[in-house]
């Protein structure tokens, strides 16, 4: 089971950025897809990113098009949410998480069956 620590979030005014991180262990890290999720405050948790395992292939979310960008570092065993023109409602706890299939297709909180700790992101107006 591959572990994850996200980290990287903190308190932020509107249209600032943030860069967020997330730690996978394991040998295998390059071998699958990562995403990156968040959940507000009395909301389903929803995606926001996804990268494949070269970095070849990206998938966002129509709010964060344009804003947001996704990376990842195989030699470290790292990926990167890189948030820019951040929004109030870009509010919530955000998740990494790997993903065994194809990032073509949009996932859903129900396709994990854990998740990490998370990383708060607050945007203040």
């Known amino acids: 089971q591959v572990q994850l620590v996200e980290s990287g979030g903190g308190l932020v005014q509107a249209g600032g950025s943030l860069r967020l991180s997330c730690a996978a262990s394991?040998?295998?890290?390059?071998?699958?897809?990562m995403v990156w999720f968040r959940q507000a405050p009395g909301k389903e948790r929803e995606f926001v990113a996804g990268?494949?395992?070269?970095?070849?292939?990206?998938n966002y979310a129509g709010f964060v098009k344009g804003r947001f960008t996704i990376s990842r570092d195989n030699a470290k065993n790292t990926v990167f949410l890189q948030m820019n023109s951040l929004k109030p409602e870009d509010t919530a706890v955000y998740y990494c998480?790997?993903?065994?299939?194809?990032?073509?297709?949009?996932?859903?909180?129900?396709?994990?069956?854990?998740w990490g700790q998370g990383t708060q992101v607050t945007v203040s107006s």
């Open positions: 998480n790997a993903h065994m299939t194809t990032i073509r297709t949009i996932p859903t909180q129900y396709d994990y069956d854990s």
């Open positions: 394991g040998r295998t890290f390059s071998s699958y897809a």
């Open positions: 990268i494949n395992w070269s970095g070849g292939v990206k």
